[in-house]
T-cell receptor
Framework: AQTVTQSQPEMSVQEAETVTLSCTYD???????LFWYKQPPSRQMILVIR??????QNATENRFSVNFQKAAKSFSLKISDSQLGDTAMYFC????????????FGQGTILTVHP | DVKVTQSSRYLVKRTGEKVFLECVQDMDHENMFWYRQDPGLGLRLIYFSYDVKMKEKGDIPEGYSVSREKKERFSLILESASTNQTSMYLCASSIRTAPDTQYFGPGTRLTVL
């Protein structure tokens, strides 16, 4: 079974600065996908970014980018130019290539952006 | 925009009651999921369904059952609610082909007294 670990329960950052959230995972599979989801306070969870394991290039979505280290089984999220609206709980998630879309989530990291 | 709705935002029930949580999606998605979210544990999958009348156990199915009679609707049933089922319940949907974004509902915060 796969496991996903987020070792930072809480993080904080000043507005306009850069922050990196950590995620490690454990799997014996070679074909899989990794995701970061964001859950703002009292709002619905939404997808931030995703990475296919077969792609060597790190995914980027505007101010959000990942550092995917397949051999180390590490998948960190970097948020550049942090904004107040980035304040949220962030979840790292793993999907096997054969799982009908079933996700395994990490414990979550609460990120607070301070003005 | 994809919309996933859940029948209640907040629910208070008594121990032993039968509880129904309903989820509806409007994007004709094949897959639907029920998670519970607890502090320090993240989201844990209870049940999922990849087609009408199909269901598969997730990681923590004990004490729960599900029903999917129509493609757009996925119900979670607590046959006899217990206090350890007090939690936030999230529904999600996605198309079948991986990798696909899961679209989440707003959640139901269930308290069992």
């Amino acid at each position: 079974a796969q496991t996903v670990t987020q070792s930072q329960p809480e993080m904080s950052v000043q507005e306009a600065e850069t922050v990196t959230l950590s995620c490690t995972y454990d799997t014996s599979e070679n074909n899989y996908y990794l995701f970061w989801y964001k859950q703002p306070p009292s709002r619905q969870m939404i997808l931030v970014i995703r990475q296919e394991a077969y792609k060597q290039q790190n995914a980027t979505e505007n101010r959000f980018s990942v550092n995917f280290q397949k051999a180390a089984k590490s998948f960190s999220l970097k948020i550049s130019d942090s904004q107040l609206g980035d304040t949220a709980m962030y979840f790292c998630a793993f999907e096997s290539g054969t799982s009908y879309g079933k996700l395994t989530f990490g414990q979550g990291t609460i990120l607070t952006v301070h003005p | 925009d994809v919309k996933v709705t859940q029948s209640s935002r907040y629910l208070v029930k008594r121990t032993g009651e039968k509880v129904f949580l309903e989820c509806v999606q409007d994007m004709d998605h094949e897959n639907m999921f029920w998670y519970r979210q607890d502090p320090g544990l993240g989201l844990r999958l209870i049940y999922f369904s990849y087609d009408v009348k199909m269901k598969e156990k997730g990681d923590i199915p004990e004490g729960y059952s599900v029903s999917r009679e129509k493609k757009e609707r996925f119900s979670l049933i607590l046959e006899s609610a217990s206090t350890n089922q007090t939690s936030m319940y999230l529904c999600a949907s996605s198309i079948r082909t991986a990798p696909d974004t899961q679209y989440f509902g707003p959640g139901t915060r269930l308290t069992v007294l």
